[in-house]
């Protein structure tokens, strides 16, 4: 039985998980997550027992040293609680740790456990894959939801996915049949730049969230970061013909797809957001703000961790397969 005698009574809960591993893709998701823990300054008040669910052949423990004692920390997942103050209270309880190795439904039951106990009203799970974006443009992100009612509620998608899927997909499904509204959201890598990190990937992720959830969220350098890790890219693309036709290519396609999104609608729910996020009004703890871009010039600057080529992209005609939940 799970007791939460130190945590205390939660306004508006909502739990925001991500995992490192298969559905992680640039790590864009479990950073968003860890960039929420540190910039609130989250308090952890649990940690799942590692014995339960990893295999530490795959995910080892590491040994480091505290004041001259050496000591280990293990593969987990934990939890932290952030209170959230200002004209609209909401607090959020951060879910970062690593895919499972093994018993995923105890796992998942577990998770569902202290969102029970904590009261939560929704559960967002973070995502990345790999897909055919061009990192020149905003990042894709996408919301869907097993419940076809908070489809319609929260304009969201309601997947129809079919095939393997990490524990993303399983959580989410876990939380359909417990009765627990869920929605996760995906961000798209370019998979020809698909090394973490991807600050550009992990804001994209954020701004999302922010919409989704209404709540201005603490987003710091990140806009910085993005505009390094676009610019680090561009040089890198830059140095090889092929990569850079090949960029060239999916920005067009892209681009055509697009077309007849850019309704007037869009352009005012853009609008909207990017007010918002400029309201001086807003409460200083609320960090800086940028919305994901119209362009790509919104994410220039060169990256000090991008020093490496990427790796040669497979042609235009070649299905990376990797399109999973």
């Known amino acids: 039985m799970i007791e939460l005698e130190g945590v205390p009574e939660l306004v508006d809960p909502v739990m925001v998980a991500a995992f490192e591993g298969w559905n992680d893709a640039g790590d864009a998701a479990s950073t968003a997550v860890a960039h929420l823990d540190k910039e609130w300054k989250g308090e952890v008040f649990a940690a799942l027992d590692a014995e339960d669910y990893y295999d530490f052949q795959v995910n080892r423990p590491t040994v480091f040293l505290e004041d001259g004692v050496r000591k280990i920390?293990?593969?987990?997942?934990?939890?932290s609680v952030v209170r959230v103050g200002g004209d609209k209270p909401r607090d959020l309880v951060l879910v970062r740790g690593i895919e499972p190795s093994m018993r995923w439904r105890s796992f998942c039951n577990e998770l569902l456990g202290f969102a029970h106990e904590l009261g939560v009203e929704l559960v967002v799970i973070l995502g990345a894959l790999l897909g055919d974006t061009p990192h020149t443009r905003p990042v894709p992100v996408s919301g869907v939801t097993s419940d076809p009612d908070l489809a319609t509620r929260m304009e969201l998608e309601e997947t129809k996915y079919e095939g393997p899927t990490g524990i993303v997909g399983i959580l989410q499904e876990a939380c359909t049949h417990a009765g627990v509204p869920a929605v996760s959201l995906w961000a798209a890598v370019p998979h020809y730049v698909s090394q973490p990190p991807n600050p550009k990937a992990t804001l994209a992720l954020l701004n999302r969230l922010e919409d989704l959830i209404d709540l201005r969220l603490p987003l710091g350098e990140l806009a910085e970061d993005a505009r390094a890790w676009q610019l680090g890219v561009d040089q890198l693309a830059a140095e090889d013909s092929e990569v850079a036709e090949y960029v060239q290519t999916l920005e067009e396609a892209r681009d055509t797809a697009e077309l007849p999104e850019a309704s007037g609608e869009a352009i005012a729910r853009e609008f909207e957001r990017y007010l918002r996020r400029r309201?001086?009004?807003?409460?200083?703890?609320?960090?800086g703000h940028a919305t994901d871009g119209g362009d790509g010039s919104s994410y220039l600057r060169d990256n000090p961790g991008g020093k490496s080529r990427p790796p040669k992209p497979p042609r235009p005609d070649t299905d990376d397969g990797d399109g999973d939940e």
């Open 73 to 79: 920390t293990w593969p987990t997942t934990r939890l």
């Open 279 to 287: 309201d001086p009004g807003a409460p200083p703890g609320a960090g």
